[in-house]
């Protein structure tokens, strides 16, 4: 194998774009496939799905969720049935019209969610209100066919959860959806140490066949929105096209009110965009697949020696709860494996060589600073935990600081152009409601109403299309 270094990474400042995707591909987290819009998910970006999937499906399962599993294809007598949601998405959806030479008597679409296949099941499950709340989550990958693809962020197919729930009332649904949104809110800040805001959608940007939308929105490095999970409140419109229907406590038939709420693989884009540096990625340590990397440093004379305690080294913290990997290849120098590990985002390096040992201590290097800390053999436990801690809260604040500097107020569309033409971010405006403002600022910024606050408790001023007074206080931005 060739010895040379870690080849170079495009800066950020020079391409963001091809930045992104080489940090994507030299940090081996996926590669593209032979097929249109498809990408190959490799080991280390797998590990770190597996993380993200593991923390949230915990938490759904502490809010009484069940996983369940449904089909890959829908019959379109069923998909069909709800107008809206197919209309949402017609042109994404591939269908199957054949098994081997013979044609099938009826279309099936490969799925681009499974509101309609899930809401067939719920109809034949549900009898009674003593069968309610229903709660259903599937962990799975979904298929639309999209014209425009970049890895993780927008793919043809992709893995991602679908949690679905039938309730007696409205009130119930809604706080479900909510909920929801909250525990991803939650996951969001507090594990991959990513700050968003939470809000509703517009009615031209909500989910089909929804009545509200429930978004997280997070901002890139590049001052673009991600839409990082979404929680939707269906009210009874799937369950009287799909006819669930429950006895209720009156001894009247009635229609369940629903939610759905997903996230998706972008995730682990959205953790290389906000956190990742011109050396490649970055991790917060709660989700890295590894949290430390021992790389022992020798020549011949102390190999055995410094190999030895390097292992017993990685013992030790694995037995203290750490996830700990120890770089023993030999075909690479250590140089190289510096490089490499700070590529893929390793949070803390554990450099061990023959000095070290006779001072009986460590070098940590942290790699969100760089910095070089010499740490005593019998307190390195302690002091990793610390530090992870550390740099898990750091990343944090780094990226609160960068959205609170990237977030403008704008009155006008002239503003607004003009903060997407010479900055970067997130603007703070009034708007009045009115779906011909909302589409008018779209056309002539480029932006679009990425959510309405929660918590905003500002005025909220004008609207920029029309100057009339502002009915919510929202956020635009240009977004993936």
Known sequence: MSNKFVEAITPREENFSRWYTDVVLKAQLADYAPIR????????????????????????KETGVENAYFPLLIPESIFTREAEHIEGFAPEVPWVTHAGTEELPERLAIRPSSETIIGTMFARWIQSYRDLPMLVNQWCSVLRWEKATHPFLRTSEFLWQEGHTCHETEEEARERAVQMLHIYREFLEDVLAIPVISGVKSDREKFAGAVDTYTVEAMMQDGRALQAGTSHYLGDGFARVLDIQFLGRKGELEYVHQSSWGVSHRLIGALIMVHGDDRGLVLPPRVAPNQGVIVPIYRDDSRDRVLGEARALREELAEAGFRIHLDEREEYTPGWKFNEWE????????????????????????????EKEPVARDALADRTTDLLEEIQSGLYRRALAFRKE?????????????????????????????????????????TTIRCIPFDSTEDPGVCPACGESGEYRVIFARAY
């Open 37 to 60: 819009g498809c990408i190959v998910v490799r080991p280390p970006g797998f590990a770190i799905w597996e993380a993200i999937q593991s923390g949230l499906d915990r938490r759904f």
């Open 343 to 370: 590529m893929r985002g390793v949070p803390i390096r554990i450099e061990l060589g023959p000095r070290d040992l006779d001072s009986d201590q460590v070098m940590l290097i942290r790699r969100d600073t760089g």
């Open 406 to 446: 990237n977030t403008y107020a704008a009155s006008s569309v002239e503003e607004i152009i003009e903060i997407m033409g010479r900055k970067r971010g997130f603007v703070e405006a009034g708007w009045c409601g009115n779906d011909a403002c909302e589409v008018e600022i779209k056309e002539k910024t480029g």
